[in-house]
């Protein structure tokens, strides 16, 4: 399996994410998606799984519907370790009637997909074991086929009662929409360092590192015009100096404006979205 890929990976380690009611949300994050509280004050609200990474973090806005941005989020991806997390998670979902947008078999993962209270899209997923993966050259077969209900409901126990996301739960990926999809291609693989995993499909890139079906991905699927501002920034991880140096020269060379923070170097990307790179 390719979890582990992400502990020695270039990876979208937090987001932070603009709501409009902080309480309505954390309710929605703890009660029905299993997160715990890792801090929290009258402005935000930081979410974990294991009491010690800090996976999300959301901030209250209420005036989160005069916010406008260019490139806004997509969606983003929890990584379960198993296909019987992820079946104890569907057990959980009918229980409570927990309403979905959908589901299927991406041939490398299997997903379901829900919206929180301010319509972020929320996707929880399992890897097929990357043996199973088809890979052609420099890239990895992904597709959107019928999802196996019966099968991930089956491969966990009944008696098994969900109340916590697993505490091995991380961030799997990051799904961004732009208007600008080749020139945000060109900063996320040549400044920022992932490869171009999955070009083939219409209107959107996969981009990874260590050989992973995607740790980030963009699309033009939505070209508008004053989108709301829901993403209000994430966190890079890179895994060693010599990946972080590398960025860190291309930053320079290309005149890219950063600046040193506690929580690692801010940069933005070429739609103004805010970026922060850490190394472990």
């Not at 502990?7 to 987001?15: G, T």
């Not at 969900?162 to 600008?180: A, N, R, V, Y």
């Not at 992973?212 to 966190?235: E, V």
Request: some cysteine; charged content about 25%.
């Amino acid at each position: 399996m390719l979890y582990y890929y992400h502990e020695d990976a270039i990876h979208i380690s937090k987001i932070d994410l603009y709501v409009k009611d902080l309480n309505i949300s954390k309710a929605f994050y703890i009660d029905q998606l299993g997160f715990s509280i890792l801090q929290e004050s009258n402005d935000y609200v930081a979410l974990t799984t294991d009491n010690q990474r800090e996976l999300l973090r959301l901030h209250q806005n209420q005036n989160l519907d005069t916010i406008d941005q260019a490139m806004n989020i997509y969606h983003f991806a929890l990584l379960l370790p198993t296909r019987k997390d992820l079946g104890k998670f569907l057990h959980h979902l009918i229980l409570k009637q927990i309403p979905i947008d959908g589901a299927a078999d991406h041939k490398v993962s299997e997903a379901i997909y829900l919206q929180d209270p301010d319509g972020i899209g929320i996707e929880i997923y399992c890897d097929k074991d990357d043996s199973l993966w088809q890979k052609h050259k420099d890239s990895i077969d992904m597709d959107t086929l019928p999802f196996d209900y019966k099968g991930v409901y089956y491969e966990a126990n009944p008696d098994d009662v969900f109340s916590k996301l697993p505490i091995e739960t991380t961030i799997g990926h990051l799904h961004l929409q732009t208007d600008q999809l080749e020139k945000a291609r060109d900063f996320y693989h040549k400044i920022i360092g992932f490869d171009i995993v999955n070009d083939k499909m219409n209107g959107a890139v996969f981009m990874s590192d260590k050989n992973y079906h995607h740790h980030l991905a963009i699309n033009s699927w939505k070209q508008q015009k004053n989108k709301i501002q829901k993403l209000r920034s994430f966190t890079i991880n890179y895994p060693n100096c010599e990946k972080f140096k590398k960025t860190y020269e291309m930053l320079q060379e290309m005149n890219i404006e950063y600046q040193e923070t506690m929580d690692g170097v801010l940069i933005k990307d070429p739609e103004n979205t805010e970026i922060y790179l850490n190394m472990k």
